[in-house]
Protein backbone atom coordinates (compact mmCIF):
# COMPACT_ATOMS: atom_id res chain seq x y z
CA UNK A 1 0.00 0.00 0.00
CA UNK A 2 0.99 3.58 -0.70
CA UNK A 3 1.94 5.54 2.56
CA UNK A 4 0.96 8.76 3.17
CA UNK A 5 1.90 10.49 6.04
CA UNK A 6 0.51 13.68 7.36
CA UNK A 7 2.45 16.64 9.34
CA UNK A 8 1.98 20.03 11.22
CA UNK A 9 -0.87 18.85 13.64
CA UNK A 10 -0.96 20.50 17.38
CA UNK A 11 -2.92 22.48 19.79
CA UNK A 12 -3.80 26.48 18.76
CA UNK A 13 -5.62 28.77 20.07
CA UNK A 14 -8.78 30.09 18.41
CA UNK A 15 -8.20 32.55 15.83
CA UNK A 16 -4.57 30.83 15.45
CA UNK A 17 -3.24 29.03 12.48
CA UNK A 18 -2.10 25.81 11.53
CA UNK A 19 -0.23 24.41 8.27
CA UNK A 20 -0.77 20.59 7.39
CA UNK A 21 1.46 18.63 5.49
CA UNK A 22 0.73 15.35 3.56
CA UNK A 23 3.50 13.76 1.91
CA UNK A 24 4.46 10.47 0.05
CA UNK A 25 6.67 7.95 0.17
CA UNK A 26 7.61 5.66 -3.06
CA UNK A 27 5.46 7.07 -4.88
CA UNK A 28 5.03 10.36 -6.51
CA UNK A 29 1.26 12.38 -5.94
CA UNK A 30 1.68 13.75 -8.94
CA UNK A 31 -1.11 11.56 -10.65
CA UNK A 32 -3.24 11.92 -7.63
CA UNK A 33 -6.13 13.97 -6.71
CA UNK A 34 -5.34 14.34 -2.59
CA UNK A 35 -7.81 14.98 -0.19
CA UNK A 36 -8.09 16.47 3.16
CA UNK A 37 -10.50 14.65 5.74
CA UNK A 38 -11.55 15.17 9.23
CA UNK A 39 -13.08 12.91 12.17
CA UNK A 40 -13.71 14.70 15.46
CA UNK A 41 -14.60 12.58 18.60
CA UNK A 42 -17.93 10.69 17.67
CA UNK A 43 -18.51 12.26 14.61
CA UNK A 44 -18.15 10.65 11.09
CA UNK A 45 -15.27 11.45 8.63
CA UNK A 46 -15.67 14.40 6.46
CA UNK A 47 -14.41 16.33 3.79
CA UNK A 48 -12.43 19.06 3.96
CA UNK A 49 -10.68 20.08 0.97
CA UNK A 50 -9.28 18.11 -1.58
CA UNK A 51 -7.32 19.50 -5.02
CA UNK A 52 -7.35 17.76 -7.98
CA UNK A 53 -4.56 16.34 -9.70
CA UNK A 54 -3.59 18.90 -12.90
CA UNK A 55 -6.65 21.16 -13.30
CA UNK A 56 -6.74 23.36 -10.89
CA UNK A 57 -9.63 22.09 -9.49
CA UNK A 58 -10.04 22.75 -5.67
CA UNK A 59 -13.20 21.88 -3.35
CA UNK A 60 -14.14 22.77 0.44
CA UNK A 61 -16.71 21.86 2.78
CA UNK A 62 -18.93 25.14 3.52
CA UNK A 63 -17.65 25.57 7.04
CA UNK A 64 -13.78 25.69 6.39
CA UNK A 65 -14.20 28.40 3.27
CA UNK A 66 -12.25 31.61 3.18
CA UNK A 67 -10.24 30.19 6.28
CA UNK A 68 -8.35 26.93 4.89
CA UNK A 69 -6.14 26.44 1.82
CA UNK A 70 -5.01 23.53 -0.01
CA UNK A 71 -2.44 23.60 -2.22
CA UNK A 72 0.30 21.01 -4.24
CA UNK A 73 4.10 21.50 -4.60
CA UNK A 74 4.51 18.34 -6.97
CA UNK A 75 8.92 19.36 -6.66
CA UNK A 76 8.16 18.56 -2.70
CA UNK A 77 5.61 15.92 -3.35
CA UNK A 78 3.89 17.17 -1.17
CA UNK A 79 0.26 18.26 -0.18
CA UNK A 80 -0.45 21.53 2.59
CA UNK A 81 -3.47 22.74 4.01
CA UNK A 82 -3.18 26.29 5.53
CA UNK A 83 -5.51 26.36 8.33
CA UNK A 84 -6.07 30.33 9.82
CA UNK A 85 -8.58 31.64 12.21
CA UNK A 86 -9.16 28.40 13.76
CA UNK A 87 -12.21 27.26 15.48
CA UNK A 88 -12.90 24.72 18.43
CA UNK A 89 -15.09 23.08 16.26
CA UNK A 90 -12.46 22.43 13.89
CA UNK A 91 -11.01 20.03 16.30
CA UNK A 92 -10.54 16.44 15.27
CA UNK A 93 -7.71 13.99 13.63
CA UNK A 94 -7.12 15.19 9.86
CA UNK A 95 -6.14 12.85 7.41
CA UNK A 96 -4.97 12.99 3.96
CA UNK A 97 -5.58 10.60 1.23
CA UNK A 98 -4.97 10.24 -2.15
CA UNK A 99 -7.14 9.14 -5.19
CA UNK A 100 -6.38 8.23 -8.86
CA UNK A 101 -8.39 10.25 -10.93
CA UNK A 102 -7.95 12.12 -14.08
CA UNK A 103 -10.16 15.23 -13.37
CA UNK A 104 -11.39 16.95 -10.63
CA UNK A 105 -11.39 15.71 -6.76
CA UNK A 106 -14.11 15.14 -4.57
CA UNK A 107 -15.13 13.75 -0.76
CA UNK A 108 -16.35 10.06 -2.08
CA UNK A 109 -14.38 8.69 0.70
CA UNK A 110 -14.59 5.31 -1.36
CA UNK A 111 -12.38 6.63 -3.89
CA UNK A 112 -10.10 6.99 -1.92
CA UNK A 113 -7.41 4.16 -2.12
CA UNK A 114 -4.66 5.43 -0.08
CA UNK A 115 -4.68 7.07 3.55
CA UNK A 116 -2.03 8.41 6.30
CA UNK A 117 -2.35 8.24 10.04
CA UNK A 118 -3.64 11.20 10.94
CA UNK A 119 -2.71 14.32 12.76
CA UNK A 120 -4.19 16.09 15.50
CA UNK A 121 -5.51 19.36 15.74
CA UNK A 122 -7.06 20.93 18.65
CA UNK A 123 -7.67 24.45 19.35
CA UNK A 124 -8.39 25.45 22.62
CA UNK A 125 -8.06 28.30 24.79
Known amino acids: QLQLVESGGGLVQPGGSLRLSCTASRFTLDYYAIGWFRQAPGKEREGVSC????????IYVDSVKGRFTISRDNAKNTVYLQMNSLRPEDTAIYYC??????????????????WGQGTQVTVSS
Open 51 to 58: VSRSDGTT
Open 97 to 114: AAEWRVRGCGFLTSGYEN
